[in-house]
């Protein structure tokens, strides 16, 4: 995922940037990677060498056919054929140490952004800024699954599918999609381009857009096909350029995506057996960005602060916390959080999350532009618009009226029939 000349050239760099993510057992890895890069490059330039000579030798036999040298001819033809043997030697070697090497090198971290705060996991993130009044009305909050009463069925979708999904039914149902609809126009008018992609992927994409910790802790694999169940469209979307040549024209490449997204959410957390906070199938509409590299910085800026300003537009409080370098995964150059307030709980909770990958993804898929000095990786950039059901979590919790009935902002409305509020508390869903 990083240049192996960065290793050559700066080991030390690598190393610090390993440390700076608590990755110590990596360490040795980098000088792994040297020293099967020396055998490498030693195994091909004795390569190039024999090749060369047999070349010339080559060109020596057609001159001795010429002046009927048979006898020296057929010696140099025997040189020639321990030369073909040496060679193949050679290139067998050669690619075993190749796959070798690339196997290493996905597993060292990409150099995080001078930026990111040292720590070693996210209780070390770093809040940025608030954005709204973190306000708890002078009435209780219900747990958001009472909020949704009837229109949330758990009991059946375990009966169907297991513990981490569940049926939404009537108002909350089309709330749901009312909010990712919200969502993708409001981004159409940021002037991103709407798009639906696959939802299943092949291995070789999946190992292009994320590292291997990430895949085992979240993906859904096929069986008996080359096929994965995205987590998120972000892999779709920035697999769609897999070994492509970009015009520099293009630049940048502004999409949005709706996409269903599953997950094994392996690890301490766990799957909800009553709420819907965490779940193994949800929806998102995502965005995504190619550019320059100079022009990376600027997106990424720009990019959360589209999340930001859709949750405000829905009368969500939310805050920025910038990801530490323990907290980022191994692809990342910086990332930060965008969190919503929770009044129930009073404190914030993760909804999405914004990162700039650098140029890792686009140099494991081979996604490039050129210009007139050459071609050269780009960088790619996902963010989180609206995802539920944290975001609709959120926006229950924070619409919620006294008297039951969840408040509906003016944004919203066009997508609920113009309605103002809904009333859902003690409605049977049917």
């Known amino acids: 995922m990083i240049d192996i000349k960065l290793i050559r050239d700066n080991s030390e760099l690598v190393k610090e940037n390993i440390k700076k993510k608590f990755q110590y057992h990596k360490l040795v890895t980098v000088d792994e990677i040297i020293k099967l890069d020396k055998e490498f490059r030693d195994c091909k330039l004795k390569g190039d060498n024999l090749r060369a000579l047999k070349n010339q030798k080559s060109l020596e036999i057609g001159l001795l056919m010429k002046e009927n040298k048979k006898e020296e001819a057929n010696k140099i033809k025997e040189e020639i054929s321990n030369y073909t043997n040496e060679i193949k030697e050679l290139e067998e070697k050669e690619l075993l140490l190749e796959q070798q090497i690339k196997e290493k090198m996905m597993t060292i971290p990409n150099i995080i952004d001078d930026s990111v705060p040292i720590g070693k996991d996210d209780s070390e993130n770093v809040e940025i800024e608030k954005f709204g009044e973190p306000i708890v009305p002078d009435y209780e909050i219900p747990y958001h699954a009472d909020i949704m009463a009837g229109c949330l069925d758990k009991e059946a979708s375990a009966r169907t599918s297991g513990n981490g999904f569940y049926y939404l039914i009537g108002d909350i149902a089309r709330l749901h999609s009312a909010i990712l609809s919200y969502a993708r126009d409001f981004m159409i008018d940021k002037g991103f381009t709407y798009c639906i992609p696959p939802f299943m992927i092949r291995s070789d994409v999946v190992n292009g857009v994320m590292s291997f910790e990430e895949m085992d802790a979240m993906m859904y694999k096929i069986a008996n096909e080359d096929l994965y169940l995205i987590g998120t469209?972000?892999?779709?979307?920035?697999?769609?350029?897999?070994?492509?040549?970009?015009?520099?024209?293009?630049?940048?490449?502004?999409?949005?995506?709706?996409?269903?997204?599953?997950?094994?959410?392996?690890?301490?957390?766990?799957?909800?057996?009553?709420?819907?906070?965490?779940?193994?199938?949800?929806?998102?509409?995502?965005?995504?960005?190619?550019?320059?590299?100079?022009?990376?910085?600027?997106?990424?800026?720009?990019?959360?602060?589209?999340?930001?300003?859709?949750?405000?537009?829905?009368?969500?409080?939310?805050?920025?916390?910038?990801?530490?370098?323990?907290?980022?995964?191994?692809?990342?150059?910086?990332s930060c959080d965008i969190e919503a307030w929770s009044p129930r709980q009073q404190k914030y909770f993760e909804v999405g999350s914004c990162s700039t990958l650098g140029d890792a993804q686009a140099r494991r898929l081979g996604i490039r532009t050129k210009n007139d000095k050459g071609t050269y990786y780009l960088h790619t950039l996902n963010n989180t618009v609206f995802a539920t059901p944290r975001g609709l979590i959120a926006f229950l919790e924070n619409n919620y009226q006294k008297d039951g009935s969840i408040k509906i902002p003016k944004s919203l409305q066009p997508y609920m029939g113009g309605k103002e509020k809904i009333n859902i508390i003690n409605k049977k869903g049917q």
């Open 233 to 334: 469209s972000e892999h779709s979307m920035i697999g769609r350029f897999k070994n492509q040549i970009i015009k520099e024209k293009e630049l940048p490449i502004t999409l949005t995506s709706y996409s269903p997204c599953f997950r094994k959410e392996v690890g301490a957390h766990g799957i909800e057996e009553r709420g819907i906070y965490r779940v193994h199938q949800f929806e998102k509409q995502e965005m995504i960005v190619l550019c320059k590299p100079e022009e990376a910085m600027n997106w990424y800026n720009k990019m959360w602060s589209y999340t930001v300003e859709l949750f405000r537009n829905l009368d969500v409080p939310v805050r920025t916390l910038e990801c530490c370098s323990g907290d980022l995964a191994d692809l990342k150059v910086k």
